[in-house]
């Protein structure tokens, strides 16, 4: 059933759709469900699928240690904070929100104007701890920079810390990068929603809680949304070169219409773009984006909601009352060039009836 009809979807940064290809493997998943926990046939037929679908996500994103199914990001993140063998926590000012929740009183490492992580005080903060985990985002959610993580991965290796990177927003795009830990979501790349991973380099440094997962996460494997994970991880991902060349008309033509491209100086993930219309809230961009049939966000989903400004934005230097004017337009694998044509319309007669004012 179609719940929206004939609108334009521009915000795969909170969600993607499910992919048929995932959509298909949950649904033979499901007739032959058994838990992979039991010992009889049915049982160990299943585990036998679920661990073949490890295998085969491994292969796909590249990663050869060990991976834990976790129900999404959030909980992979807090289960890193809470087992990993580590000290003092440092994280980036611009994480996403469920990297701020698990670790509320880490250090705060600064970030540059143009979105990026500041190395000099990524370095200031290692000297002051001893094997801190450091969490820093592969893809800020919000801006699309992409961070320099093999310079971080340097200096936390160093440092003799734990890497914890955030790739929700970069896996299946982009190489999961040399960290320790790393987090994916599978709804994020057209999978289903309720299930990730944790990539975790070496399990010594995690400590385990017991029960499944290979102890480090106990409950019951939702195998049906582990086989739709491999399945969305597996599809052909060839759109993405296309999301490049759109996102790039996008900044063009925002850019020339009078408005500001944010963290342009930095290299961003061809899927996010964020943009300021100067004198224009968000909020009241993103409701007439929405009356336009177009749905985008004010800044990360798991936050726009509260009407807070970005911590992201603000961590940038943005003003408050100018964090507050930014969107985000995020792309998916149908994403096509007469969307984009559609929201540079409707952000242009918007921009418009402001100066007009």
Known sequence: MRLVAERIYLDHASTTPILPEAAAAMDEACRFWANPSSPHAEGRAVRAAMEGARRRIGAALGWEGTIVFTSGAT?????????????????????????????????????????????????????????????????????????????????????????????????????????DFAVVAAHKLGGPPGIGALLVRDPGRLDAVGGQEGGFRAGTPAVPLIMGFAAALEADHGWYEEARRLRSKLDQGVSSAGGEIVAEPAARIATIGAYRMPGVPGAAQMMQLDLAGIAVSAGSACSSGSLKTSHVLTAMGYPEEEAREVIRVSFGPKTGEADIDALLAQWRVMFEKRRAA
């Open 75 to 179: 909980e992979a993140i807090s289960l890193v904070f809470a087992q990993a063998r580590a000290g003092s926590s440092i994280v980036s000012a611009i994480e996403h929100p469920a990297v701020l929740r698990s670790a509320p009183d880490a250090r705060r490492s600064a970030v540059r104007a143009g979105g990026l992580v500041d190395l000099e005080d990524l370095d200031l903060a290692l000297q002051q701890a001893e094997a801190p985990l450091v969490a820093v985002q592969s893809v800020n959610n919000e801006t699309g920079a992409i961070q320099p993580t093999a310079e971080v991965a340097e200096r936390v290796r160093r440092s003799g810390g734990l890497l914890l990177c955030d790739c929700a927003q970069s896996a299946a795009k982009l190489p999961i990068p040399d960290c």
